[in-house]
Nanobody
Framework: QVQLVESGGGLVQAGGSLRLSCAASGRNLLTYSMGWFRQVPGKEREFVATINWSGLRLYYTDSVKGRFTISRDNARLSVYLQMNSLKPEDTAVYYC???????????????????WGQGTQVTVSS
């Protein structure tokens, strides 16, 4: 079982940057693919980005490509989401997620997630 704790959310102006962190604990962490999702009130939780165990295979949803970067530090058991050029439409609660390792990076659905973090609010003002 994996446990996830996010940090790093906050309020930022449009065009600004934030870095989210996700600290993982538990067994066999390297067997998991890690990812980030986000959710706004009244909408389904949506996939943002994923990274495999080596950190070399990444996948992003189209709306964040070129602006967000996902990374992981296996020595620190952490996953990060660097968010640049933030837009008001990026405002959401961001969740760290873990699922059994994917053979190839792709979009996941929320139903595929094994473990969620508690979420961290990101608010981008215009």
């Amino acid at each position: 079982q994996v446990q996830l704790v996010e940090s790093g959310g906050g309020l930022v102006q449009a065009g600004g940057s934030l870095r989210l962190s996700c600290a993982a604990s538990g067994r066999n962490l390297l067997t998991y693919s890690m990812g980030w999702f986000r959710q706004v009130p009244g909408k389904e939780r949506e996939f943002v980005a994923t990274i495999n165990w080596s950190g070399l295979r990444l996948y992003y949803t189209d709306s964040v490509k070129g602006r967000f970067t996902i990374s992981r530090d296996n020595a620190r058991l952490s996953v990060y989401l660097q968010m640049n050029s933030l837009k008001p439409e990026d405002t959401a609660v961001y969740y760290c997620a873990a699922r059994p390792r994917l053979t190839a990076p792709r979009v996941w659905g929320p139903e595929e997630v094994e473990t969620w973090g508690q979420g961290t609010q990101v608010t981008v003002s215009s």
